[in-house]
């Protein structure tokens, strides 16, 4: 088990670049299944959930070459139709397999998902759009076993925004006999991202980016290039890095766009935000304001980036109040923040922070991927040093995290250790 060691207090300087998203790959590398010949994926992220995602993949029976950032896929032969617990337990981005190998198997036996633990997220919303598409499912022994005689077009309505199910119905409906119209969809740049990739492919789909998306089937895909998206949860994770420490950074690789809401918050907060056309600079320049943030889907502000604010507002003099609307247990990091001198207060989906406190180091757990990344952000605040154990959760979404940080000033390593947690 590793750990990330932060001898806080340098403000941070520079230009980083942003990688590719992990979020927009791992669907994306699941699409790849839905037709044979070989696929060329670029920008995509050294992360130990991609590297999980292609095990699968080889498991299924691809060909895979993961080289600097550049992924070349080959699929001959489907030779099963499984997402085994072993591989699924550790990313629950492995259920993207379902939809394309229904599409492509007329059947696929997955998991049930794990992942990071942020509280319920049933995945009732891909098993019952994929009944309509006229899919049979049955769960036993903790797997689901579906099956199909042929897809069929539908009409598909979500009753609360849902990314990892619009996923899904997308890459099985590309392949499906007739019109599948998805209401209530997904509105994330990863979606559109997916959707670019299949259209590609020779996919028909049209709305992605808004909440009606309708795909009309076709017989047969081919394989395609694609580069992915830029990360903007990493994109705001490094903003955060630069304005906790009151530093000047630049990160480069990245859609200013796809933040829009991020930035607005930086800018409420006090902070100077410029953007160009592929980066965004944030520094510090006057005074500094609590705010109120509350987490939704797109084009809200993302979940994702709650705990890195909940660190950055920690240091911000006066009360400022997060809402989270999207996962229940969300908040398990606050605890460690605490520990950290934070001033935060849970009262049910809802953290009263008061601000301004000096963050002092100590020894910290992280519960999660993000959480990983708020902690080590605090510390960079912090006076003294801070421990992060549990940073396996962090190489699931940050390629050599403490690396970026180093080269923008940061006084941080990571050390091996043979505790055990």
């Not at 920008?43 to 691809?62: A, C, E, Q, V, Y």
């Not at 017989?219 to 580069?227: C, F, G, I, Q, T």
């Not at 979940?303 to 969300?330: H, M, V, W, Y």
């Not at 849970?346 to 180091?361: A, D, E, F, H, V």
């Amino acid at each position: 088990m590793d750990e990330i060691l932060v001898r806080g207090g340098r403000k941070l300087t520079g230009t980083i670049a942003a990688n590719g998203s992990k979020n927009a790959g791992l669907p994306i590398l699941a699409a790849t299944l839905l037709a044979d010949g070989e696929y060329h994926i670029k920008n995509i992220p050294n992360l130990s959930d991609i590297r999980t995602m292609i095990k699968l993949l080889r498991t299924i029976g691809t060909e895979a070459e993961f080289t600097d950032h550049e992924l070349r896929i080959t699929t001959k032969k489907i030779k099963n139709h499984e997402a085994p617990y072993e591989l699924v337990k550790i990313m629950r981005a492995s259920i993207y397999a379902l939809g394309p190998l229904l599409a492509r198997c007329g059947q696929a036996k997955v998991s049930f998902p794990g992942g990071c633990a942020l509280g319920a997220r049933p995945i009732d919303y891909h098993l019952e759009a994929l009944h309509k598409l006229g899919v049979t499912i049955q769960i036993k022994h903790g797997y689901i076993y579906a099956k199909t005689k042929g897809l069929k077009g539908s009409e598909i309505f979500f009753e609360n925004k849902t990314v990892g199910a619009t996923a899904n119905v997308l890459m099985a409906a590309v392949l499906a006999e007739g019109t599948t119209v998805i209401e209530n969809a997904a509105c994330e740049p990863e979606i559109s991202g997916l959707a670019e990739f299949l259209n590609k492919m020779g996919a028909q789909i049209d709305g992605h980016g808004t909440e009606i998306i309708t795909v009309h089937g076709v017989k047969e895909l081919h394989p395609a290039d694609y580069s992915l998206i830029p990360d903007r949860i990493e994109v705001g994770t490094l903003l955060v890095a630069g304005a906790i420490t009151n530093g000047k950074i630049t990160v480069t690789n990245c859609i200013p766009q796809h933040s829009g809401i991020v930035l607005n918050k930086l800018r409420d907060i006090g902070y100077t935000v410029e953007t160009q056309e592929n980066s965004i600079t944030i520094y510090n320049k006057g005074k500094k304001y609590p705010v109120e943030i509350s987490t939704n889907p797109y084009p809200a502000f993302p979940t994702d980036l709650q705990p890195l604010f909940a660190a950055l507002l920690s240091t911000i003099e006066g009360k400022s109040i997060i809402n989270e609307n999207i996962f229940s247990d969300r908040f398990m990091y606050i605890s460690e923040l605490q520990r950290l001198g934070a001033d935060i207060k849970l009262s049910g989906n809802m953290i009263s922070i008061n601000g301004g406190n000096k963050l002092s180091g100590a020894p910290v757990m992280a519960p999660d991927i993000r959480a990983a990344a708020a902690l080590i952000t605090a510390a960079l605040a912090a006076d003294g040093e801070t421990k992060i154990s549990r940073v396996y959760h962090l190489d699931r979404g940050y390629e050599y995290f403490e690396n970026k940080l180093a080269s923008l000033g940061a006084d941080i390593e990571r050390i091996e250790t043979d505790a055990l947690y």
